[in-house]
């Protein structure tokens, strides 16, 4: 307060002791002067004055008020009453009534304390114009006053001037060396400006001659927390809990959360303690959430925080039915929720399969952070699930060509320099990616391989290119591409699986088994892990494939009324490598000779290995006179690539049923070789001979191209040329047997997906053939067919196709037209 009381001798600092005594007329002098300045106005104080400001002192700035307003409409021209009125409003905060009472005021007369108290009122109601102009006035006047100087360098921070408020405390640290307010104040200039390093510094600075200091303790503890030592900066809060304001503490106790979040999502050094960080992270949310009074200041937007605090660890946490479950009960209350919690939603949603509801949460996420990569990829990938390739293409395209090679760096001596931008290496691998999940698997191939040679150490890049080579057919190649990456690095959990799918690719299931289980075990929430789980699972089911056939000839040659039904049931595995199986065949057509009806009963043993796929068969015949066969089936794959497949039968399947009708059965013998380069090429050469009981011996040849001659997201486009030739020691046979012919057809086979959601598809293909067929002893002509099937799969566990075709044929000169229908399953359980 402006004291105006009079000061005594000792108050006023003179040395009494060497005064000298008053003369009577000094003395009378001096009583006359005071009655003199007692009576003008400004030097009496009015009744009241005094104990409004004892009260406004005390805290009681009400009461304090109730009595100066009275006196102040009383005594509005008395400037000790305006001074100590301004005062004590802006003492209560009442900083509107202080503007008011403002413009009355005279910076260049006004005592010391009024021009503090209006310019701080100014301050906090962010007229900072006029705060700096009279915190300016007030310098200028009392120099010696390092609370103006604070008050001065903290209303430019409050006006986002941080860098002429640091200039200013520069420059005022030497005029009051050591002085705690300037201090305090450049320490809150370096927070607002985050060097929080430089503002620690000051509080240190403080604390080193002052350890008690409040304010400095205080903001060290918040400045700890602003760095992230926020464990550190709860433990000195702990030390003396009254230096924090309520609001303080929550502060702190939020981000003390929020960093464990953090933490959590950062890679583990021990996987099966992965979730450990993340655990503490939701019971500091849990307490927070229980403890946060929402009635206190901020208190409600604390309790949001942790809320959305928790979508994120919940996510985390892969507990993504409670992520959705506690987003729809904040739109139920009409929450705001900010968009690092939506993009954990929308992951959550996307986890659960829902891929509609993900895109659009990751949409709106992106309206507020257009360049949040994060949401960028899960929109990408929710797109993918929805089979929107056009919109996943274009989406990714985008975002992989606004991505810099380069990024500017500094290095340790100040100079400037390049490094590689890891976001950059994140697009154009998901680009090429996306080539991989639309089917176009030569492209990701041009494109992974490209980026593995300038980046042959990232195993992320590794193990796509695995994950490519597996989809284009080669296991083996895939397997070196997997095992050479987890030679750098053997906890990679992606090479780790893609050498598990590589182990069930190339049927090396106790190596599978091994590996997979070890993955569950470790990663049971990974999406990826559990499909491979199932896939092993469905790999030990039982297995059931049926086909079924009706067709009707406008000839004699295939008979009429034509039924085919085949059926094989397949054990479990036994042993890893074996299955046995049942098998069934049903075949029955009208000829002019007769009905004729044929049943097959197979039971056998399947061997499947790394090199090798082989099944023996012991058949029985029934068709008018029982007999037994046999078979043995061989494919040995050399590599990728080439395979030779051999195939021996006693009482051969490829016996003509009108044959049979005669009594006539034939032993075959196939032997072929097959080169697959990718899944774009395949080229097979399949030689067979059939020895039939009634002397005939025909020998056939059969060569084949399939060519992908068109390869977009959801359509395939496949030619297929085929040469057949063949011969025969007998021509007198009632069943069609050339004594030499020759065909040449060409196939165009479309297929096109028209719905998938994840592991549910539904396809259908339509195939148009067209060929030339020469027999001796008749002229050639042309063959045609047309074939249409529908295919449903379902779960990998279940594939139905049905469909109908029409084929033209020649047979000795005389063309037969042939309408089949015909239906095929194929069934694990």
């Known amino acids: 307060m402006y004291d105006v009381s009079i000061k005594g001798p000792q108050q006023r600092g003179l040395n009494c002791k060497n005064s000298k005594r008053f003369t009577l007329l000094e003395l009378l002098v001096w009583i006359v002067l005071f009655g003199v300045l007692t009576a003008t106005p400004g030097w009496a104080r009015p009744v009241g004055l005094d104990q409004a400001i004892a009260l406004a002192r005390a805290g009681q700035s009400e009461q304090a008020l109730v009595i100066l307003d009275q006196l102040y409409s009383n005594n509005s021209e008395d400037k000790v009453v305006f001074y100590d009125y301004l005062t004590v409003l802006s003492w209560a905060g009442q900083d509107q009534r202080v503007a008011e009472l403002s413009t009355r005021l005279s910076p260049q007369t006004a005592p010391e304390y009024v021009m503090e108290a209006a310019a701080y009122s100014a301050r906090r109601r962010s007229d900072y114009i ?125 981000n003390q959360a929020a960093f464990a979040v953090r933490r959590g999502e950062l890679p583990p050094a021990d996987e099966k303690h992965r979730f450990k960080h993340t655990d503490h992270a939701l019971k500091l949310l849990e307490r927070n959430m229980t403890t946060i009074d929402p009635a206190s200041p901020e208190g409600a937007n604390f309790e949001l925080r942790a809320r959305f605090d928790r979508l994120v660890a919940l996510r985390d946490r892969f507990r993504m039915e409670e992520v959705v479950s506690d987003y729809e009960s904040l739109v139920k209350k009409q929450v705001t929720i900010p968009a690092y919690a939506l993009t954990a939603v929308a992951d959550a949603y996307l986890y659960l399969q829902q891929p ?165 075990s470790l990663y049971p929430e990974d999406v990826h892990v559990r499909n491979l789980y199932r896939q092993w699972e469905i790999h030990n089911l039982r297995e059931l494939r049926l086909s079924v056939g009706h067709g009707d000839n406008s000839g004699n040659v295939e ?130 001979a059939m020895d039939f009981s009634d002397g005939n011996f025909r020998r056939s040849l059969t060569g084949s191209l399939d060519e992908r001659l068109v390869s977009l997201t959801k359509y395939r486009l496949t030619g297929v040329v085929e040469l057949y030739a063949s011969a025969n020691s007998r021509n007198n046979t009632i069943y069609f047997n050339p004594e030499r012919d020759l065909s040449a057809t060409l196939t165009l086979d479309n297929l096109q997906r028209l719905y998938r959601r994840y592991d549910r598809s539904f396809s259908h293909r339509l195939a148009l053939t067209i060929g030339n067929y020469w027999q001796k002893g008749y002229s050639d002509d042309y063959l045609a067919g047309v074939t249409y099937e529908q295919i449903w799969e379902a779960a990998e566990r279940f594939t139905l196709g049905y469909g109908f075709s029409r084929f033209r044929r020649v047979y000795d000169g005389d063309p037969e037209y042939q309408n089949y229908w015909f239906a095929h399953l194929d069934w694990r359980f």
């Open 559 to 688: 008979g009429n009324r034509e039924t085919l039904f085949e059926g094989t049931l397949f054990s479990r595995p036994i042993a890893y490598n074996y299955r046995t199986f049942v098998s069934d065949r049903y075949a029955s057509a009208d000829f002019p000779e007769g009905d004729e009806t044929y049943r097959r009963y197979g039971i056998g043993l399947e061997y499947r290995h790394p090199e090798l796929e082989a099944a023996v068969e012991m058949t029985y015949n029934a068709n008018g006179g029982d007999e037994l066969g046999g078979r043995l089936s061989l494919v040995y794959e050399l590599d990728d690539y080439w395979s030779i497949p051999m195939n021996f039968e006693l009482f051969s399947r490829d016996t003509p049923l009108r044959a049979l009708k005669q009594g006539v059965t034939a032993d075959s013998a196939d032997l072929g070789i097959s080169y697959r380069a990718s899944e774009s090429r395949r080229v097979r050469l399949r030689a067979q």
């Open 130 to 254: 006029q705060a700096e102009y009279f915190y300016r006035v007030a310098i200028q006047r009392f120099p010696d006053n390092p609370k103006l100087a604070t008050g001065l360098i903290l209303t430019l921070v409050d006006a986002d001037c941080s860098q002429a408020a640091l200039e200013l405390a520069d420059q005022l640290e030497p005029k009051y060396p050591g002085n705690t307010s300037i201090q305090l104040a450049k320490g809150s200039v370096l927070e607002t400006r985050r060097a929080f390093f430089k503002a620690l510094q000051e509080y240190n600075k403080i604390l080193a001659r002052d350890p008690e200091n409040p304010k400095a303790q205080a903001r060290r503890i918040m400045v700890l927390d602003s760095l992230g030592a926020t464990d550190r900066a709860i433990e000195l809060a702990r030390k003396d809990p009254s230096l924090l304001s309520s609001t303080e503490w929550q502060r702190l106790l939020s």
């Open 356 to 520: 509609d509801t993900a895109a659009a949460l990751y949409r709106s996420v992106l309206i507020i952070q257009p360049d949040d990569l994060g949401a960028s990829l899960g929109l990408f990938y929710a797109l993918v699930e929805l089979e929107d390739f056009d919109g996943a293409y274009d989406l990714i395209d985008r975002l992989d060509q606004a991505q810099p090679i380069w990024l500017k760096t500094r290095r340790l001596d100040g100079s400037s320099g390049l490094r590689p931008n890891p976001d950059k290496i994140t697009t154009a691998s998901t680009a090429a990616m996306a080539r991989l999940y639309g089917g176009q698997y030569a492209e990701a191939d041009s494109s992974l391989s490209a980026l593995h040679d300038r980046a042959p150490a990232n195993l992320d890049i590794t193990r796509e290119l695995g994950d490519v080579y597996a989809a284009r057919g080669w296991p083996r190649r895939a397997q070196a591409t997997y095992e050479l990456g987890l030679r750098f690095y053997h906890r990679h959990r992606d090479l780790q699986l893609g050498l598990a799918q590589s182990y069930l690719d190339r049927r090396q299931y106790r190596l599978a088994e091994q590996a997979i289980n070890r993955l569950y």
